[in-house]
Nanobody, 125 residues
Framework: QLQLVESGGGLVQPGGSLRLSCAAS????????IGWFRQAPGKEREGVSC????????RYAGSVKGRFTISRDNVKNTVYLQLNSLKPEDTAIFYC??????????????????WGKGTLVTVSS
């Protein structure tokens, strides 16, 4: 009924780029707050970016600011995360998550109601 599906991950060299997609389906509303999170091997899950329902509010973790760009197309029910200038430390499983109510834009995993299964980003030479 409520489903998020990530895609676009893969293996890239340092300095390369990827575009991740988060496609939503089965929701009662077309508009949700979406957060992107990542979990590297042996580390805790961390917030990367978030975008408000209208797309007017966007936030980024300091480690990715200037390199990643979040956007959404509410007609397609899809949120994108453009990854540029990738570094080996970006290697992680990237998850998108939806908050159906609450704050307009959150990078706190505890605020999220639904999660995708993730897509793996590997940055290696």
């Amino acid at each position: 009924q409520l489903q998020l599906v990530e895609s676009g991950g893969g293996l890239v060299q340092p300095g390369g780029s990827l575009r991740l997609s988060c496609a939503a389906s089965g929701f009662t509303s077309d508009y949700y707050t979406i957060g992107w999170f990542r979990q590297a091997p042996g580390k805790e899950r961390e917030g990367v970016s978030c975008i408000s329902r209208s797309g007017g509010i966007r936030r980024y973790a300091g480690s990715v600011k200037g390199r990643f760009t979040i956007s959404r197309d509410n007609v397609k029910n899809t949120v994108y995360l453009q990854l540029n200038s990738l570094k080996p430390e970006d290697t992680a499983i990237f998850y998108c998550a939806a908050q159906l109510r609450g704050t307009m834009c959150s990078m706190d995993s505890s605020d999220m109601d639904y999660w995708g299964k993730g897509t793996l980003v590997t940055v290696s030479s």
